[in-house]
């Protein structure tokens, strides 16, 4: 499986700043996505990112809000933008795996906090 | 009515004891089915991959899926502390790659 780092690690944030994820794979890959895992809750997808293209944002989640660049195959960010309290969750990128898109590996997630 | 369903737990098992972890879906065109394990502070990992209905094992896992009930279990055998963590079961449809997720369940096992 792929190697994947994720930075900061970790982040204490004011209302209204922006932050920027950071998440990095060992190995090329097509295809990689964002999710936000809250307390008690489900992993959400946010947005599905190619390399060349514009993301893909699932329902309930808007570039505005959450832009993706994805430059090249292994490296990709995630900016929160305009954060509020609500905004507070663990931030997991994710790569399909080698023999399938059906399987994904994750990196280690970025645990923000908005005050 | 939730996609996946996952008893978030806890649950508290002794070292050794044989442990059943269950999800339940609605969707029947699910055909492939995830086990993560996810340790504190990490990111989810993962255990175990199914495609369609059956059983699968590897080592002290086994994964089961019962597409007739849209059931599927894992199993731990003799299970060890370091099993303690949250799991999660995940399913996607035949096309895409959008994963659904439980909850997740709480595992401790007391040494």
């Known amino acids: 499986s792929a190697v994947i780092s994720q930075k900061p690690s970790r982040d204490i944030c004011q209302r209204g700043t922006s932050l920027t994820i950071q998440c990095q794979v060992d190995s090329q890959v097509t295809m990689m996505f964002w999710y936000r895992q809250q307390p008690g809750q489900s992993l959400t997808l946010i947005a599905t990112?190619?390399?060349?293209?514009?993301?893909?944002?699932e329902s309930g989640f808007v570039i505005d809000k959450f832009p993706i660049s994805r430059p090249n195959l292994t490296f990709s960010t995630l900016t929160v933008s305009n954060m509020s309290p609500e905004d507070s969750s663990i931030y997991l990128c994710?790569?399909?795996?080698?023999?399938?898109?059906?399987?994904?590996?994750f990196g280690p997630g970025t645990r923000l906090t908005v005050l | 009515q939730k996609e996946v369903e996952q008893d978030p737990g806890p649950l508290s098992v002794p070292e050794g004891a044989i442990v059943s972890l269950n999800c339940t879906y609605s969707n029947s065109a699910f055909q492939y089915f995830m086990w993560y394990r996810q340790y504190s502070r990490k990111g989810p990992e993962l255990l175990m991959y199914t495609y369609s209905s059956g059983n699968k094992e590897d080592g002290r896992f086994t994964a089961q899926v019962d597409k007739s009930s849209k059931y599927i279990s894992l199993f731990i055998r003799d299970s060890q502390p370091s099993d303690s963590a949250t799991y999660l079961c995940?399913?996607?449809?035949?096309?895409?790659?959008?994963?659904?997720f439980g909850t997740g369940t709480s595992l401790t096992v007391i040494p």
């Open positions: 990112a190619n390399q060349g293209s514009e993301a893909t944002y």
């Open positions: 995940a399913m996607s449809l035949p096309t895409g790659n959008q994963f659904y």
């Open positions: 994710s790569v399909e795996g080698p023999s399938s898109y059906n399987e994904q590996f």
